[in-house]
C-alpha cells in the first residue's frame, strides 16, 4: 500500500459515506468553494463509475451554475440537491452549528466567518455531512456560543433532512436526529475512544467495539492522485500542491 496522507483518508472515508447504502440516494451534490477535501471524495464517487451531479461552487468549467449561490439556494429550495456539507468554527453535542464567532454578541472574542445560507441549506437539503479536520475541545464544544444553523428542529418545523454523520481527523461520528446527540462510528488509525473522549468537548455515544476507519485501496489512491487531482487544480490548486505535490500548468 502507499503512503496514504491524512487528507487522502479523509477524502476516501467522505466517498464511502456519500455511497452509503443505508442513506437516500445522492444524485446531486453540492460543494463549497472552501471545501477540498469533500470535493476530493466527490470527484472520487464519479471516477469510481457512479453517476453523481457535482456542482462545485466558484469552478470556471464545468459547472452548471451561472450566478453562483443563487442558484444554488434556488435549486436546493426545490428539493434538487440531495446532498451537502456544512462545518463550524464550534460544533456541539446536538449538530448545532457556530459560524458567527465566541461570546456573546456583540463583543464577540472570536469572529467566524459567518454564516452564509448555512442555516438554510442545513434545513431544506434531505443530507448533510458535517466536516471538520481540526478535532479539538475548542472546536467540539458542549453547546456553542452561538446558532447558527441548528441540528434539530422543535415539532412542526419545516426540515428536510439533518446531519447524516460528522467526519473529523481523528474519527467518524453518527448523528441521530431523534435523540440529537452522536455516536462513534470509527476510529483513525492511531485512535482510541479514549483519545476522542480528550479530545471532544461533548458527551457521545459509544456501542459495541468501534472499528478503525478502513484503509484506501490502490485503486482509490490512483483515482485521487491522478484523475481527480485533474479535476481540483483549477479550483484548489494550493492543496493539490500540498497533498498530491501537483501543480497547475502556468
Known sequence: MSMMKPEERLAVAIARLILDPKAPPARHVAVGAASPIPAAACFLVQKLGYPIRLSLLSRRTGNPFTEGTRELFDLTGQGRIDLFFLGGGQIDGQANLNLVGTGDWPGMG?????????????????????????????????????????GVSPPGVFRRGHAQVLVTGKCVFRFHPDRARFSLESLHPGETVESIRAATGFDFDVEGNIPTTPDATEQELALLRGPVCDEMLETYPEFCARVFDRKAAA
Open 110 to 150: 472570536v469572529r467566524f466567518p459567518g454564516s452564509f445560507g448555512s442555516a438554510f441549506m442545513y434545513m431544506m437539503v434531505p443530507r448533510v455531512i458535517l466536516f471538520r479536520e481540526e478535532h479539538s475541545p475548542r472546536v467540539f464544544v458542549p453547546k456553542v456560543d452561538n446558532i447558527s444553523a441548528p
